[in-house]
């Protein structure tokens, strides 16, 4: 049925061979009931067009100047790739509609004339449309908008870019009122948590649920490993030569790597092994905009056979012909893995293969967790948390240079914000106060007085200038201090952190954009490289670890108590879970298991709690100051996704006091006050609020010179206004972001109530992989891969000797 398209979209359809499915059907009829909606449609679906198809019959059949609507995407490449995908139907269609991106890459000409004169379609991302609105002129530009299209909104919904893009809505719906939201994904696991983000007020009542088919079932497979599966590791390096033979096979594989240091360390491995010299690249976030779209129109022209990526390509982006998608270590979710899945055969009823290569024996079975939920149609579902007072702030100035603002209207406007519902007329003025002054301790500077109060009781920017300088440093990504990678010609490599370019002396090697570079010489904001054939190290990237998610820690600990499942593994993991099982003791799921034995001089406590290693790295740090206010004497830890291991001099004979509920208090606190997870906390939401500026007009600060801004007003503040807002924000981010503290409290939890300890007089199998890491969280290199292997066969072989009978 398409009565509800004009004809000359129908015809279009017809030429194709095609018809309307029935979810985009159901999205038309959303639009023409006014309604909201949030599409879930697999990978493939036509996702887009159902977004867009309400737009393009609104357009074909009532032709209008002015924009008609917004299309927001997590990246700015996938609205370029948006673009050519839409731009192709409306020519064939013959309609005249002009459609155009808005982003950081945008010239200054085209972004002042897409002000004047809008297109109908803008394409763009949350942080652009949100310095869209902070110029005078924001209301006649967005009068005519009728909809906004949210792609990949399970990608930023949750976080404070989404906390920015509900701010940015509430301003929309004021300025056009009967404005609709339309939201699209194909991985959301509570789609009611989604419709609530995205309604006025949160009422997800007036959000159409819309589900697409469910598509073909993905060709998923774990890759079994020519030798043994390793028993320590992440990357899944051992496998490259099968990863070179599945891409000789494939006309385009993409293999997905879980950081930016493991992308370029696999690109590396794999290069060793092409001996046929396939066309191979990489792909991620640190490198140079030239270089991605150089590797992007690689693909997109089918010259490539093989592609190294992180991230930055897991989204709905549609290049090449990628038929084959290769996970490199653990996905650490059900959704991710199935996001990824999706970029191979790009199409609804053709199956999209994939093959996943665990790092390690524990990653085996989150391997194998995954590939049920994938099966079985589990998503992870994302943790909501209240908007952060950092994002408010930078979004208040921002409105505050479009014009002034009546703080009763902003109250009102911003509660519609789901995320913000909280917010009352006190914090309101807190947060005011805070863009105005900086707080009561720096009021007495005049580089922090933002805003200034009218007679009439409104509130505006105190210079004009300041409304340039919001523009310059507006943004919710906050990249870690780095420094540009350049040959002697200038050409920009891209970036790597100012903590690993501190490492570095002339002479020194490392591995960037899939070549080996050597260090010539640094300044304060650039490392002057060329190029070398011989080996070199990987760079390291900061930023918090992802976690394995609560759904497949629940399913990998099921696997644990249920030997039926063993024969589903490789022969070296089931026996090594057998042997645990007669060695020492296989947790019930929901038991917590802590191993304590003796083991080359040092007493050992291992917990398998299987809460991700920001947790495991938090209960690490408080479990070492309380075992050392107790005598204990510990020495050190290490954690892995699946478990925490604490050694000491003194034996732990009895956990369960080093577990009791007011760890969370006083060590908690005392422990992040004292590290520098606070500071760098602080750093971050000085940055976003506004507080301390990235740029001025023409220069840019150095990492450096942000973190020593940073330092000092947090020292300032720490010591004359404890309870300022952006301490609090910053506690926030420790406690959710940094920390972990949500799993961690979970930990805790289940510690008092379930846990099973067991004694033992040596390393059980269990403790084989986390007790390898002891010594070498930190080094890298084939002489370390060489230790690494001795020291795991050497504690396999005691671990896994069964005990001798008693005589």
């Not at 943790?383 to 952060?388: Q, S």
């Not at 589903?568 to 034995?597: I, K, N, Y």
């Not at 004979?653 to 577990?659: A, E, H, S």
């Not at 939890?749 to 004694?759: E, G």
Request: glycine share 8%; proline share 6%; charged share 25%.
């Amino acid at each position: 049925m398409t009565s509800s398209l004009p004809p000359l979209i129908t015809e279009w359809f017809d030429r194709r061979g095609w018809s309307v499915r029935r979810y985009q059907q159901a999205m038309l009829e959303a639009a023409q009931a006014g309604r909201h909606a949030l599409l879930v449609a697999p990978t493939g679906a036509g996702k887009t067009l159902a977004g867009f198809l309400p737009t393009l019959a609104d357009l074909a059949e009532a032709p209008t100047e002015g924009l008609h609507s917004l299309y927001i995407s997590p990246l700015k490449a996938l609205a370029v790739d948006v673009q050519r995908n839409l731009l192709t139907p409306v020519s064939e269609m013959g309609l005249p509609i002009r459609i155009e991106t808005r982003s950081g890459d945008t010239p200054s000409d085209r972004k002042a004339r897409q002000r004047a004169r809008p297109p109908h379609i803008l394409l763009t991302t949350p942080e652009s449309l949100s310095l869209l609105l902070t110029y005078p002129d924001a209301d006649l530009i967005f009068a005519s908008l009728k909809t906004v299209i949210i792609d990949e909104i399970h990608a930023f919904a949750s976080g404070k870019r989404g906390d920015l893009l509900a701010l940015s809505l509430a301003r929309l719906q004021s300025i056009a009122p009967e404005l609709r939201r339309v939201g699209l994904s194909a991985t959301v696991g509570d789609p009611d948590a989604y419709r609530r983000w995205l309604a006025p007020a949160g009422a997800q009542e007036e959000v159409a649920l819309v589900e697409g088919e469910p598509g073909a079932a993905p060709d998923l497979t774990i890759l079994m490993p020519q030798d043994r599966v390793p028993w320590s590791g992440h990357s899944g390096k051992y496998a490259a030569g099968q990863v070179i033979d599945i891409i000789r096979q494939h006309r385009m594989t993409l293999v997905f790597c879980n950081t930016r240091g493991l992308a370029e360390l696999i690109f590396q491995e794999l290069w060793a092994e092409n001996e046929d010299t396939l066309p191979i690249g990489i792909h991620h976030g640190s490198l140079s905009r030239e270089a991605r779209r150089k590797v992007e129109a690689a693909m997109a022209a089918g010259k490539l056979r093989g592609l190294v990526a992180t991230a930055s390509l897991d989204l709905g982006i549609d290049w090449g012909d990628i038929d084959c998608v290769i996970q490199m270590g653990a996905p650490k979710g059900s959704s991710r893995l199935l996001q990824r899945i999706g970029r191979a055969n790009h199409r609804m009823d053709e199956p999209s293969k994939a093959i996943v290569i665990p790092g390690n024996r524990f990653e085996y079975l989150e391997a194998q967790a995954a590939w049920d939920a994938v099966m079985s149609g589990e998503r992870d579902a994302d943790d909501f948390r209240p908007g952060a007072r950092d994002v408010l702030a930078q979004h208040i100035m921002g409105l505050a240079c479009a014009g002034p603002l009546d703080p009763a209207a902003l109250l009102a406007e911003i509660r519609t914000a789901t995320p913000y519902d909280w917010l009352d007329a006190a914090q309101l003025e807190d947060i005011l106060q805070f863009v105005s002054t900086g707080g009561y301790a720096l009021r007495a500077y005049d580089r922090f007085q933002r805003l200034v109060r009218t007679p009439e009781g409104l509130w505006r920017i105190a210079h004009p200038r300041l409304a340039q300088q919001h523009r310059l440093n507006a943004g919710i990504i906050v990249d870690q201090p780095a420094l540009d990678v350049r040959f002697s010609n200038g050409r920009k490599l891209g970036t790597v952190e100012e903590s690993f370019a501190a490492t570095l002396s002339p002479g020194d090697r490392f591995f960037f954009s899939g070549l080996s570079l050597e260090l010539v010489r640094q300044t304060e904001a650039e490392l002057f490289v060329k190029a070398t054939s011989q080996q070199a190290r990987i760079p390291s990237w900061g930023g918090t670890r992802m976690a394995m998610s609560t759904h497949l820690a629940g399913r990998v600990r099921a696997f644990l108590a249920d030997p039926t499942q063993w024969n589903r593994f490789p022969p070296d993991v089931h026996e090594w879970l057998a042997m645990q099982a007669v060695r020492s003791v296989l947790p019930q799921p929901e038991q917590l298991l802590v191993e304590t034995f003796p083991h080359e001089g040092l007493h050992h406590m291992v917990v398998y709690s299987f809460e991700g290693w920001n947790a495991h790295q938090s209960l690490g740090m408080l479990l070492t100051r309380r075992m050392e206010e107790r005598g204990l004497k510990p020495v050190g830890f290490v954690s892995n996704d699946y478990a925490l291991a604490v050694y000491g001099l003194q034996p732990v004979t009895d956990p369960r006091p080093l577990f009791s509920a007011d760890i969370l208090d006083r060590e908690f606190i005392a422990w992040v006050e004292e590290s520098s997870l606070l500071k760098r906390a602080f750093r971050d939401v000085a940055v976003i609020s506004g507080l301390i500026e990235r740029q001025q007009p023409g220069a840019r600060k150095t990492g450096r010179q942000v973190s020593f801004s940073t330092d000092l007003i947090y020292d300032v503040l720490r010591r004359y206004e404890p309870e300022h807002l952006l301490l609090k924000a910053a506690w926030a981010d420790a406690r959710a972001r940094m920390t972990d503290v949500g799993r961690l409290g979970e930990l805790i939890d289940r510690a008092s109530a379930t846990m099973l300890h067991k004694p033992l007089d040596r390393v059980s199998p269990l403790a084989v992989p986390v007790l390898i890491m002891i010594g070498r969280e930190h080094v890298a290199g084939p002489q370390t891969d060489d230790s690494l292997l001795a020291e795991a066969e050497s504690l396999a072989r005691i671990a896994m000797t069964p005990d001798a009978p008693p005589s």
